[in-house]
């Protein structure tokens, strides 16, 4: 295929879209295996519950479209930390194949939850029902076409992953989760309260997925009960990539995933239909020749 450099940019501009969203989604892998060493499998099912908030937010309760949206990120945020103490937190001393088993249990128990509560029936999530239509309007820059939803979701991705660089780092809770990150039992002598530091790691990831579901059903304006599946193991993929238990990796992981899976399409669009074998394919490379990921460092064994 011939590539003009506006067909490129324009490619550009979606793979940088995509990338952020999954970089956003695998934040939270990261910062959960960071402290626990425990991949929480239900992650994109928090991705899929935080965008049925926003939309029966709106369509249910008449919140205007931005505080649904910031009741539904709350409301992932609490739900990840609802499932981090009724699940996790009495498996914390467990064989690590234990919470293995509880997260992918809690994941089918969210999606069969969500096909009871909210039915199977796939919902639009697009104007006028959900959010102004301002956001599908097209802007002009030079000779490609942007919408103005992809400059919305871009800067509320950058503004989030802003913040929890600012709160893991200069916070107190962010210094005591880099120490747990460490060593979770000298943490606890010297008077840290491990469990709610952990459960707070569960609400923020939850609620960066949650801010992610929305912002992905906003591009893709299909709500069903299966919807954080793909999108969740793509992200865990970029969590790898990058090197899960980094933020700074995943975020990496993230960019560089959209990037290579839109380039893909773009040079090869024959081979569109298997973008996602691709995926697999380079975390089946990284486990083989670099399994601490891009950034990640090779982390010990928490007993």
Do not use: C
């Not at 909210?118 to 000779?143: D, H, V, W």
């Amino acid at each position: 295929m011939r590539m003009t450099l506006p067909i490129f940019l324009q490619n550009l501009a979606n793979g940088i879209l995509l990338g952020g969203l999954y970089a956003l989604i695998a934040i939270g892998y990261s910062m959960v295996y960071g402290i626990l060493r425990l991949i929480n499998f239900a992650h994109g099912d928090i991705f899929m519950m935080g965008t049925y908030f926003a939309f029966y937010g709106i369509t249910l309760f008449f919140l205007p479209w931005w505080l649904a949206f910031v009741f539904a990120i709350i409301g992932a945020g609490i739900l990840g930390f609802l499932i981090d103490r009724i699940a996790y937190k009495p498996l914390r001393n467990a064989p690590r194949i234990s919470a293995l088993i509880t997260a992918i249990g809690m994941s089918i128990f969210l999606e069969s939850l969500a096909v009871v509560i909210f039915g199977g029936i796939p919902k639009s999530f697009a104007p006028p029902r959900i959010y102004p239509k301002f956001f599908s309007k097209m802007l002009q820059i030079g000779s490609i076409r942007v919408q103005i939803l992809t400059f919305f979701i871009l800067g509320i991705t950058a503004l989030l992953i802003t913040f929890l660089i600012w709160f893991v780092y200069k916070t107190k809770i962010g210094m005591a989760m880099r120490a747990i990150s460490t060593d979770i039992a000298t943490t606890a002598l010297m008077g840290v309260n491990v469990d709610f530091v952990i459960g707070i790691t569960f609400a923020i990831g939850s609620a960066l997925a949650g801010a992610g579901g929305i912002l992905w059903a906003m591009k893709y304006p299909n709500v069903n009960p299966y919807m954080g599946f793909m999108p969740g193991l793509k992200a865990f993929i970029a969590a790898v990539i990058g090197g899960i238990g980094s933020i700074q990796g995943a975020m990496l992981g993230g960019f560089l995933l959209g990037m290579i899976e839109i380039m893909l399409v773009a040079f090869f669009p024959r081979f569109a239909g298997y973008r996602d074998i691709f995926a697999f394919i380079i975390l089946i490379l990284i486990l083989m020749y670099k399994p601490s990921g891009i950034l990640g460092a090779k982390l010990e064994e928490k007993v």
